[in-house]
Antibody
Framework: QIQLVQSGPELKKPGESVKISCKAS????????MHWVKQAPGKGLKWMGW????????TYADDFKGRFVFSLEASASTANLQISNLKNEDTATYFC???????????WGQGTLVTVSS | DIQMTQSPASLSASLGETVTIECLAS??????LAWYQQKPGKSPQLLIY???SLQDGVPSRFSGSESGTQYSLEINSLQSEDAVTYFC?????????FGAGTKLELK
């Protein structure tokens, strides 16, 4: 069955970096784009952007340009999200989500909680 | 950016009732609207896509409709497990945007 399994929770200090992984299984990784979604504690969902898993080209929403990097380890069917120079407001759960051809999200990772605190 | 105004923010209903949640898009999104259910501490689950198409495995008591730029999610015969949070999402144009969410509670 199709699964997206994300890496575990992270506790970081302001200014540090974090890398979250999302390992896909049960389908051909390069056939579907991978999106990233942020959910701050008790808040709604915010789309961060996506990565073309065939070409590796990332597209970022405006609020996520600069410190956020989407990357792939295609041989391992894994998508990564790296956040540098962490700020308190980066404290959130980050989800990867596979998009269907019409760009709705039928499959989601379980989420990775990143806590930024001094 | 396309704004998705979701209402109500919270809703209280009884078992067996029918409830409706709405999302108003700030511009035409051509039926490119999805609805998700999110249980506490879990990832969102797709209910409806393309405004009215039911995702495989989702109970038929969930349905979606549209009227112009207003989109609706209807839940018939409310069950206890439906008392969670719902989000709409436009998948028409970047940046994809979500409604603020509706928390459904049981009376």
């Amino acid at each position: 069955q199709i699964q997206l399994v994300q890496s575990g929770p992270e506790l970081k200090k302001p200014g540090e970096s974090v890398k979250i992984s999302c390992k896909a299984s049960g389908y051909t990784f390069t056939d579907y784009a991978m999106h990233w979604v942020k959910q701050a504690p008790g808040k709604g969902l915010k789309w961060m952007g996506w990565i073309n898993t065939y070409t590796g080209k990332p597209t970022y929403a405006d609020d996520f340009k600069g410190r956020f990097v989407f990357s792939l380890e295609a041989s391992a069917s894994t998508a990564n999200l790296q956040i540098s120079n962490l700020k308190n407001e980066d404290t959130a759960t980050y989800f990867c989500a596979r998009s269907e051809p019409g760009d709705w999200f039928a499959y989601w990772g379980q989420g990775t909680l990143v806590t930024v605190s001094s | 950016d396309i704004q998705m105004t979701q209402s109500p923010a919270s809703l209280s209903a009884s078992l067996g009732e029918t409830v409706t949640i709405e999302c108003l898009a700030s511009e035409d999104i051509y039926s490119n609207l999805a609805w998700y259910q999110q249980k506490p501490g879990k990832s969102p689950q797709l209910l409806i896509y393309d405004a009215s198409s039911l995702q495989d495995g989702v109970p038929s008591r969930f349905s979606g409709s549209e009227s112009g730029t207003q989109y609706s999610l209807e839940i018939n015969s409310l069950q206890s497990e439906d008392a969670v949070t719902y989000f709409c999402q436009q998948h028409h144009d970047y940046p994809y945007t979500f409604g603020a969410g509706t928390k459904l509670e049981l009376k």
